[in-house]
Structures are given as structure tokens and as C-alpha cells.
């Protein structure tokens, strides 16, 4: 039960980083949509590398 209201916590805690990506990227970063797309791409790359390492390893 723990480890579900951990995982839930930090959804809750590191889903609004998601909405700000698109102010990130124009106002901080000054990159436009190109730009925008790598940030959203780059947990779907993330998750695939950590993937294939842990199937790698084990």
C-alpha cells in the first residue's frame, strides 16, 4: 500500500512540470515547437534507455 501512495505522490508532485514545458521552452530555452517536442520526447527516450539497460543487465 505504501509503495502505491509513494508512486502516486510523485505523479501528482511531477505531473505539473509536464504543463510547463511549453513556457520552458519558449520563454527559458528560446527554442519553439522543434524544441518543444524533444523536451516530451525526452521521457519516453529516457524510459526506453533505462529499459533496455535493465533488461540488459538482469
Keep these: 500500500m505504501f509503495g ?3 508512486l502516486d505522490l510523485v ?3 511531477l505531473g505539473g ?4 514545458l ?7 530555452l528560446g527554442v519553439g515547437a522543434v524544441g ?4 516530451r520526447a ?3 527516450i529516457g524510459a526506453t534507455l533505462v ?6 543487465s538482469l
Excluded at 512540470?17 to 510547463?20: G, H, R, T
Excluded at 511549453?22 to 527559458?28: C, D, G, S, V
Design 36 to 39: 518543444l517536442g524533444w523536451l
Design 51 to 56: 529499459a533496455v539497460t535493465l533488461s540488459i
Design 11 to 13: 505523479a501528482v508532485l
Design 4 to 6: 502505491a501512495i509513494s
Design 17 to 20: 512540470a509536464v504543463a510547463l
Design 42 to 44: 525526452g521521457v519516453g
Design 22 to 28: 511549453p513556457a520552458i521552452a519558449e520563454n527559458r
